[in-house]
């Protein structure tokens, strides 16, 4: 359950999605890494707030405590305290792990790819946090998936809003992963569950749902600096102060008009301590509503700058910022956009047939396609020793192969190879390799008893 088999049309499918993907991370300098599918298990806990029980647990043959990984920033985490690195941007494309209801027609299971670029580094403020969102603007561009919203707040702010409505700060992520279900909940539900489960006071719940039901731009940034509570909490005026700084360097990259400062937005995870976004694609159900509908997220990421101290024996902070790019929700949509359109997807990147029309000229075919492969081309040929021509061009047009290259007996004599373009039937002579053409001037073709 939750993991599934990828037939070759799904597999071209990915790849060409992922290909776009870290063409982006690429275009903003990140290098590779990779690291290990299994963790320690003592390096996950503690790091995802309630989700925390959706992680694989193991234990191997010597009693050591493992878990498959959760995501791939925590052992990118882990990675720069052990290696001590300070200073590193870079991307990962790789599987992870989690023990969850899967739900695949929304692109939700246990195993799953995840794309992450992230930026470590002591730097500037809010330089690389912009980064970060134009990379997600760029990739979602790119990809055409249709409208999109890119949500942002920052933790400093929440905590600032739940220090003035009164929680106490042992509340605060217990609080914060409740206010993360106001994209699937209604608010009325959400407070609910603040006062019946997590114990807040109904009039702290509704001052808090004075806060988070807010959504803006710079207006909204500037009207809460002015707020009489919010700009008397330090923590708050600090993320107030950066998320002006951040509008400003939106305003630059010209993606302003898909980013929204939405309050709402809290990230369940634990390790988040700064900037956190989510990018959202939207969905026009029918002309007469007002608002679109959003269809789920498609990626998020923040900044986490206590993370790598939490693996340093001497505690030395690493700050962070980085984005996920979920690619199995962009890919269940994708895939469902293919079957409803019915085109076909390529399965091969094979670029000529080598096609015979007569018997008994196997050699020639071979020689042919070694001289084809030898040069870099990527070729096929079919493994009959004497394929009719029509099987041989309807492979063609089955696999979207687009040129064959046909040799028969007068094309042998005159020294040429006639190249088919498959889609318009239209027909070249080229002169043979000179290597080819010297091999079948010494070779005599002979009939095969087999």
Avoid at 318 to 332: K, L, Q, Y
Avoid at 351 to 370: C, D, E, G, M, Y
Wanted: a negative charge.
């Amino acid at each position: 359950q939750g993991t599934r088999d990828h037939p070759p049309a799904h597999a071209a499918l990915r790849d060409r999605l992922l290909a776009a993907v870290v063409a982006c991370f690429k275009r903003h300098g990140a290098a590779a890494i990779d690291t290990p599918v299994l963790e320690l298990r003592e390096t996950l806990t503690g790091k995802y707030g309630e989700d925390a029980k959706l992680i694989y647990e193991l234990q191997d043959q010597g009693g050591e405590l493992l878990a498959l990984r959760y995501d791939l920033t925590v052992p990118f985490a882990r990675y720069l305290a052990m290696n001590k690195i300070t200073n590193m941007k870079r991307y990962h494309v790789a599987k992870v792990y989690r023990r969850d209801n899967p739900a695949t027609t929304r692109g939700r299971y246990r195993e799953f790819y995840q794309c992450d670029f992230d930026i470590a580094g002591q730097f500037d403020p809010m330089i690389p946090d912009a980064e970060c969102l134009k990379i997600v603007h760029e990739i979602l561009s790119d990809l055409q998936l249709g409208d999109f919203l890119i949500k942002v707040n920052d933790r400093r702010i929440l905590n600032g809003v739940f220090a003035v409505c009164g929680i106490p700060e042992s509340k605060f992520i217990t609080t914060c992963s409740t206010v993360d279900k106001l994209d699937k909940m209604p608010w009325e539900e959400v407070r609910s569950e603040m006062v019946g489960e997590k114990g807040l006071s109904p009039e702290a719940a509704d001052h808090i749902g004075e806060y988070v039901q807010l959504h803006g731009g710079l207006d909204l940034i500037e009207r809460l600096l002015q707020d009489p509570k919010l700009s008397q909490n330090k923590l708050a005026k600090e993320g107030l102060g950066d998320m002006k700084l951040l509008f400003e360097y939106l305003t630059l990259f010209g993606i302003t008009g898909q980013i929204s400062f939405d309050l709402s937005l809290a990230r369940g995870l634990d390790y988040y301590t700064g900037v956190i976004f989510e990018a959202v694609l939207l969905q026009q159900e029918n002309d007469h509503v007002e608002e679109p509908v959003s269809v789920g997220s498609v990626a998020g990421g923040g900044r986490y700058d206590g993370l790598v101290g939490m693996f340093d024996p001497k505690g030395r902070k690493v700050p962070c910022v980085g984005v996920s790019i979920g690619i199995e929700r962009i890919f269940s949509i994708l895939e469902q956009r293919v079957n409803a359109s019915g085109e076909k997807v390529r399965t091969t990147e094979t670029q000529v047939l080598v096609a015979t029309p007569h018997k008994h000229l196997l050699a020639v075919r071979l020689k042919l396609i070694s001289e084809l492969w030898d040069a870099g081309i990527k070729a096929e040929m079919l493994y009959k020793k004497d394929p009719k021509l029509l099987k041989q061009l309807q492979y063609c047009e089955d696999m979207g192969i687009p040129l064959a290259a046909i040799v028969g007996e007068q094309e042998l004599t005159d020294g040429v190879v006639k190249l088919r373009d498959v889609a318009t039937r239209e027909e070249v002579k080229m002169p043979f390799y000179t290597r080819f053409q010297k091999y079948f001037q010494n070779l005599e073709i002979t009939e095969s008893s087999g």
